[in-house]
């Protein structure tokens, strides 16, 4: 049964007449599931609706993430915890929000009216009426959030699980989403992050993106710059708390928290620049252009210089929040099982290594120091404890399995690899 906090919760959250569901009879339970799925033992049905289990793992750390803001990291703790699934498909992450998360109240949205019976079917075991712990609407995603701002109505958690790459719905969110509240954004748009979608990327987040050698790490870059610019006009600035890249689809997720008040606003939203030459990337600033350039001898040719942006170049993560979903999981039990392939533990030690601040945008493949050194090439963690030792920050990256994301320059990546080839 909902608490009475979460039954004024849904009370005061409007429910216009042409979205208001038709409730069944009461005590009455919808049919069991005729093709159930599990993830993290919670049984759904997928019905019609587009559906990958491979996701699963991005939506262990939504729900992560969900349940610590919702234990003590919101301004006001007693106040009902409400999520808003803007684009539900079958449902699994709302009911996910109330089973697994605690949510007080779950908004789930999915533009087709044809999977109505799905979500609802899913949905059905928690209370709809009286007392309102979810309720389905069928809106274009956008409309609804600018609803819910013009209403009042403002949200803990909204989850975007977007296709594509068009992020007009961002704004709107950030406008429906409490102060402290957290937005999961999705792109799907691997085109724009590999360059060849420059003008797409340009409408859609303001980055002009030209091919990159790691352009996985620039497609959550790019997203997080998006949210960031967004933001600032809003008079908001957003801090990250994961960034998150799976190879099928491929899918960039990033889950940013929203802070009341505008930063310097460039500190970390600025230009990567790329030398073909040399293979070192820099980072530089707004007022800094007009002066990139690179330092190694080959400085003749302008078409060796790849420059991107404007996008996020901060940290991807934030170390605390991370280690405390690390903390989590393995309190539930998810940390050291394998699910679709992805160990949590694995995973987010990983992106918790990454998220050094000392360690700039992109990372280097094994195969290009091995090509640029001539040599084979070395044992990943034989190369990372080499960089470690010589004073630099070095760790493997989450998004390219055979990488390594480091401060140390180029160049004495190659003499390393040669030193342990014995070459040097």
Request: glycine share 8%; charged share 20%; proline share 6%.
């Amino acid at each position: 049964m909902a608490t009475p906090a979460a039954a004024a919760a849904a009370a005061a959250l409007s429910f216009p007449r042409a979205l208001s569901p038709r409730l069944p009879p009461r005590r009455r339970r919808a049919e069991p599931a005729s093709c159930a799925h599990s993830e993290r033992g919670v049984s759904f049905d997928p019905g019609s609706a587009f559906y990958r289990s491979d996701s699963a793992a991005g939506r262990d750390l939504a729900v992560l993430a969900a349940t610590l803001h919702r234990r003590g990291r919101r301004p006001d703790p007693s106040v009902p915890f409400l999520c808003l699934d803007a684009m539900c498909g079958c449902g699994v992450r709302a009911l996910r929000y109330l089973e697994q998360a605690g949510a007080d109240f779950v908004w789930a949205n999915d533009a087709s009216d044809a999977l109505r019976p799905v979500i609802v079917n899913n949905l059905s075991r928690f209370e709809r009426a009286p007392n309102r712990r979810w309720v389905v609407s069928h809106l274009d995603a956008t409309r609804l959030l600018a609803e819910r701002y013009l209403r009042r109505e403002y949200f803990d958690v909204i989850d975007v699980d977007s296709f594509g790459g068009d992020a007009e719905y961002i704004r709107a969110a950030f406008l429906a989403l409490r102060i402290r509240g957290l937005l999961y954004m999705t792109s799907t748009d691997w085109r724009s992050a590999r360059g060849y979608g420059s003008r797409s990327s340009l409408s859609s987040y303001g980055a002009y993106v030209r091919p990159l050698p790691y352009p996985n790490e620039v497609g959550l870059r790019m997203l997080i710059g998006g949210a960031a610019r967004e933001a600032a006009i809003l008079g908001f600035h957003i801090a990250p708390l994961f960034s998150y890249y799976a190879y099928h689809g491929p899918i960039y997720r990033v889950m940013v928290q929203l802070c009341n008040g505008k930063q310097d606003g460039i500190s970390n939203y600025g230009f990567i620049c790329h030398c073909k030459s040399c293979g070192q990337s820099q980072t530089f600033g707004f007022d800094e252009l007009g002066q990139i350039t690179c330092g190694c001898a080959d400085t003749t040719d302008a078409n060796s210089i790849t420059v991107v942006g404007p996008l996020w170049t901060g940290p991807l993560h934030d170390a605390t929040f991370l280690t405390e979903m690390l903390s989590l999981a393995t309190e539930w039990g998810w940390a050291n099982t394998i699910e679709n392939g992805v160990t949590l533990e694995k995973l987010l030690g990983t992106m918790i290594e990454e998220s050094d601040s000392r360690l700039p945008p992109g990372y280097i493949r094994l195969d290009e120091i091995a090509s640029r050194a001539k040599v084979n090439s070395p044992p990943l963690g034989t190369l990372i404890n080499s960089l470690r030792k010589e004073g630099y920050a070095a760790c493997r990256s989450h998004i390219g399995a055979n990488a390594i994301k480091t401060n140390c320059p180029i160049g004495s990546c190659i003499e390393v690899a040669r030193e342990i080839r014995n070459l040097r």
